[in-house]
């Protein structure tokens, strides 16, 4: 199903100059600053203060304001674009956004950088710091939430009429701060100032109803069965600007709050609490994201935001679609639903149950009507990470939509019956009800017999997951199974982080690749290429550089840019591996302990990321991270030459700043768990050189790039599995003196002297308890890869070449690619240029 280019941005609107700019985003004379400009005039009357006298953040409102001044026409005429053309329209569905800031985004997506730049230096504005004032918007834990962010920004460039829906957490993903090494959680009230860039719109609220209500008791949420109650839920709208600005998509998020605010009556008669009571509840319904991003064991209010979330959704286009369409028979041509991952997955009976008791039409079309318009993509393997909820949920919140399941599951049953009779297994594995004490529902069954497509987001992981996960469903289904790699947006994660190289590349090949990514093939000459090198080796160590800068004003740590920078970023868990890498580096520190005089490249190694709250061992590895840098800090012998640091509250933002900085690129899962990876597209691009394991995206990376230019190491997929019956730690422990050491570097509490036995639950998953994701059989090949990769940094000149290699292989990992295979194969939907 390959679709290359049949979508393709159009061609840049030309730089014109700022006045000119504004002028064709509706704006008219109205300058952007300066005495009657649009931020002078926000700094004023939004603050009605002195103008000396008003604060950063303050600044920083004004000026977003004045960004979305500029866009509010253009984004008006995109919706009514689309109203008039009445295209068929993409809904993108998922629990998480992981935006970051919209600032600067924004302001490059409209082109208007340049002049921005030029306007704040006349002006005597310190942009960065201006920017800097913005929260990130942390409305996800990872990988999956951050994907979602990059889709939309593709779906716009591409012009495609699409729109994202999600929840308006009060509270985003916690903000992570170490104390004597270990993590500790506070919440991130990231709309405690007004956002600039959201629009609430009360009067598109939405009305929904359960068939219980819900009460706070001693601070958690509970439902109440047998008290039938109403919803509303309020959008948030936020632009997506496509790059150029000729597109202004919107992502809606809904916030909950009681449909009737209060009891009056009550609350005069003095029963405050009684009276506030659903109010409350109803509100804490989107206060906060769930911060696990592996279990929902036992969390009920998480079920209600994924209800929550796609009733408003549904209700919300549905009404869109009869808006402009007369005929129910026409909604699949008219409206693309896509499932990001199984969170949403109860848009199967929401929409039948619209179709069938609100648009009263008859079994068989509505369920063809809902396939048709739904498609699911699975983002996780990992067999506590898919979601199952108890039937008896589904009896007190949503009987219907039980009774409209289990109608699904008898009809599919019946039908696997007959195509396989006689094979009880595999009816029980196919069944979306899972049997047992407490019956559960399997979403993920749910959402591939509900919709039409299936996909994975990486080539191995799609494989498992028809082979493996659910290979009796792919066997029913063949032809729903599909892959789409997961890819990155080029404008935040080239364009914008890094304008140092992206200046560099643009002098080399022009600047087309912002839009069309696979133009930075014609990079590959350039490696070649004397003074390109050097440009690439400048605009390395500018990153470095403004790094270590930025690290040193922001937490006072001082690193060596001249080191190698070798960075290992994401969500902490056990199947990433963290714990492996730490294992190297005590290698490496064991190496000069016994050998002082040991000449080696300077080496910094950056860890970074978030532990579920609930999830002990993740936190402890971050402990262990933290030790072993105190303790290499605080030994002389190392001291200059090997470095730990423990970057503290991972984010977006944290990641735009470190990743054009790197060197190295850590992506070393235990192969087969990891479902595709984006960081590991993100470090690509920015000419980091990858170190990993064969698994997700990984592989097609390496293989685009070439393997002689990556540092692959390690197991493979089958590997893990076919060992499974034999693997034995114990034997690494004894027949690898390496890592004997490094472990009972660990196990003797040397890095733990005051807290002996912090560790020992690590001795226990390493050894005791078999290794599950088998750190020590890939130890030794780590540290072959490892010296390859620094002999070749010994060689600046053939470095430089393999990384330039791989920037010019990066090409397919743009989300362009992504959203353009989506479009084609997935959602048949085709752009709708705004005029
Ligand atoms: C799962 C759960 C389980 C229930 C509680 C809340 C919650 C929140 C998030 C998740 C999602 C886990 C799956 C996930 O994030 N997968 C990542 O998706 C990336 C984008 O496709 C992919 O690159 C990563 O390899 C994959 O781990």
């Not at 230096?121 to 990872?142: M, R, S």
């Not at 939509?401 to 599951?409: D, S």
Request: aromatic share 10%; with cysteine; glycine share 6%.
């Amino acid at each position: 199903m390959s679709t290359k280019g049949i979508i393709s941005v159009d061609e840049q609107w030309t730089k014109a100059d700022g006045a000119k700019l504004l002028k064709q985003y509706g704006c008219g004379p109205i300058p952007f600053m300066g005495a009657d400009g649009l931020y002078d005039r926000h700094l004023l009357f939004d603050n009605i203060k002195d103008l000396a006298a008003i604060p950063g953040r303050e600044r920083y409102e004004a000026f977003a304001r004045s960004v979305r001044d500029v866009l509010s026409q253009r984004w008006l005429l995109t919706g009514k674009t689309y109203e008039r053309e009445n295209p068929k329209r993409v809904y993108y569905l998922s629990m998480e956004f992981l935006l970051g800031r919209s600032s600067a985004s924004n302001v490059i997506n409209l082109l208007l950088d340049p002049f921005v730049a030029q306007t704040a230096k006349q002006k005597d504005i310190d942009l960065l710091c201006l920017l800097e004032q913005e929260p990130d918007a942390g409305l996800g834990n990872g990988g999956l939430g951050r994907l979602a962010a990059c889709f939309l920004d593709s779906m716009a460039t591409l012009q495609l009429p699409a729109m994202g829906y999600g929840l308006r957490y009060e509270f985003g993903i916690f903000k992570q701060s170490i104390e004597d090494g270990w993590q500790h959680e506070q919440g991130d009230n990231w709309l405690r100032h007004p956002d600039p860039w959201e629009v609430a719109r009360p009067d598109e609220a939405v009305e929904l109803k359960l068939n219980c209500s819900f009460e706070l008791q001693g601070g958690s949420f509970r439902a109440v069965p047998g008290r039938p109650s109403t919803l509303l839920g309020i959008p948030y709208d936020r632009p997506v600007v496509g790059y150029g600005g000729k597109t202004i998509n919107t992502l809606r998020l809904w916030a909950a709050t009681a449909s009737n605010s209060f009891d009056f009556q009550e609350f005069s008669s003095g029963d405050f609490a009684s009276a506030l009571a659903d109010t409350l509840a109803a509100g804490s319904l989107t206060r906060v994201l769930y911060p696990d991003d592996s279990t929902s064991k036992g969390q009920g209010l998480r079920f209600v935001q994924e209800y929550f979330l796609v009733a408003c959704s549904l209700a919300d286009l549905v009404r869109r679609f009869r808006k402009t369409n007369a005929d129910w028979s026409e909604l699949a041509d008219k409206v693309a639903i896509q499932l990001n991952d199984t969170h949403p997955a109860m848009a199967v009976p929401e929409l039948l149950r619209i179709l069938l008791d609100e648009a009263h039409l008859e079994w068989d079309q509505a369920w063809d009507l809902t396939r048709k318009a739904l498609a699911y993509t699975n983002h996780t393997l990992l067999p506590e990470a898919l979601e199952k909820w108890p039937l008896y949920w589904f009896e007190t919140m949503l009987p219907r939509h039980l009774e409209i399941i289990l109608e699904i599951n008898r009809r599919l049953l019946d039908d696997a019956r007959d195509r396989f009779p006689g094979d009880e297994k595999r009816i029980e594995r196919v069944s979306i009800v899972e049997e047992g004490a407490a019956r559960k529902i399997r979403m993920a069954n749910l959402a591939i017999v509900g919709s039409h497509a299936t996909n994975g987001v990486a080539a191995i992981h799609s494989e498992l997951l028809r082979t493996t996960t659910v290979k009796e469903l792919a066997e029913l289904f063949p032809e729903r199974f599909n892959n789409k790699t997961n890819g990155v947006t080029p404008r935040r994660w080239l364009l914008l982080a890094n304008p140092a190289l992206a200046h560099a590349i643009t002098g080399a090949i022009g600047n087309v690749w912002v839009t069309d990514l696979d133009k930075l093939n014609n990079l590959k000459p350039f490696a070649e290429n004397a003074s390109f090198r050097a440009a690439f080796r400048d605009a390395k160590h500018e990153a470095k550089s403004q790094f270590a800068n930025w690290l040193k004003t922001t937490s006072g740590q001082v690193i060596d840019p001249n080191s190698i920078f070798d960075v290992h970023v994401k969500r902490i868990h056990e199947y990433k591996r963290q714990l492996l890498n730490a294992l190297r580096v005590a290698v490496l520190y064991n190496r000069l302990r016994e050998n002082p005089d040991l000449q080696m490249i300077p080496r910094t190694f950056f860890f970074a990321g978030k532990a579920a709250p609930a999830y002990r061992l993740a936190k402890l590895i971050i402990k262990l991270i933290n030790n072993l840098a105190g303790t290499i800090d605080g030994d002389p012998v190392v001291r200059g030459r090997l470095k730990i640091v423990f970057l503290p509250e991972y984010c977006v933002s944290l990641a735009e700043h470190l990743i054009p900085a790197s060197d190295v690129s850590n992506q070393i899962s235990t192969a087969g768990y990891e479902a595709s990876g984006t960081s590991n597209m993100k470090f690509m691009m920015n000419g980091a050189l990858t170190i990993g394991t064969r698994d997700g995206a990984t592989i097609e990376m390496a293989e685009a790039a070439g393997e002689e230019n990556f540092f692959m190491f390690g197991l493979t997929a089958d590997q893990v599995v076919s060992s499974r019956g034999w693997y034995n730690p114990y034997w690494h422990y004894e027949n690898e003196p390496e890592t004997r050491a490094a472990l009972d570097l660990i196990f003797s509490d040397y890095l733990s002297r005051n807290e002996p036995g912090t560790f020992a639950p690590l001795r226990d998953t390493l050894l005791t308890h078999g290794d599950f994701y088998m750190h020590l059989a890939d130890l030794k090949s780590y540290l072959d890869a490892d010296r390859r990769l620094v002999e070749l940094y010994a060689q600046p000149d053939d470095w430089a070449r393999k990384a330039i290699l791989n920037i010019a292989s990066s090409g397919r990992f743009s989300s362009d690619r992504t959203i353009n295979e989506y479009a084609i194969d997935i959602w048949n939907v085709k752009p709708c240029p705004v005029p």
